[in-house]
């Protein structure tokens, strides 16, 4: 697990967040083939062995769209706790920052969505976050926000 963590997951994980929600469904698939190719080969099976939740929860793997999302998420808290830098954040307004008809119906930890391509990180991230429940999105310190959000 250690040398599939090191060689191939890290290189999915380095970037993801930003080109995953461009790709294609057929593209989704295969990085979801290739998880679960270094799922078989973590836990030593056959290589047309059916790979289900009690396998991902055996490696400590999510399947990629979630791992993705949590990956988002994980930007996203550090953007909420100002301290990402501020490339990553100058897109990201809370509703009360903005003065808009929007936030007198909106809850107050969210994001004003702005009106971009939906395959963008900016638009997927906000999507995301928003739609956290409110316990979630209020904790402060960020490994603890990677458990809850894990869970």
């Excluded at 793997?61 to 100002?82: D, Y």
Aim: hydrophobic fraction near 30%; glycine fraction near 4%.
């Amino acid at each position: 697990k250690t040398l599939c963590s090191a060689l191939i997951q890290c290189q999915f994980d380095y970037s993801c967040s930003s080109w995953y929600p461009g790709i294609g469904k057929g593209l989704q698939d295969k990085l979801q083939v290739m998880q679960n190719k270094i799922i078989r080969f973590i836990l030593n099976l056959d290589n047309r062995a059916h790979i289900g939740n009690r396998e991902l929860a055996k490696t400590g793997f999510l399947k990629v769209p979630e791992r993705v999302k949590q990956l988002k998420l994980g930007h996203v808290i550090k953007i909420k706790n100002k301290t990402s830098p501020y490339y990553l954040s100058a897109n990201f307004q809370s509703l009360n920052e903005n003065e808009n008809r929007i936030v007198t119906r909106s809850k107050v930890s969210n994001f004003y969505k702005p009106r971009v391509c939906t395959n963008t990180f900016v638009y997927s991230a906000i999507n995301d976050w928003n739609n956290l429940p409110s316990e979630i999105k209020e904790i402060k310190n960020e490994n603890t926000f990677k458990d809850k959000l894990r869970k």
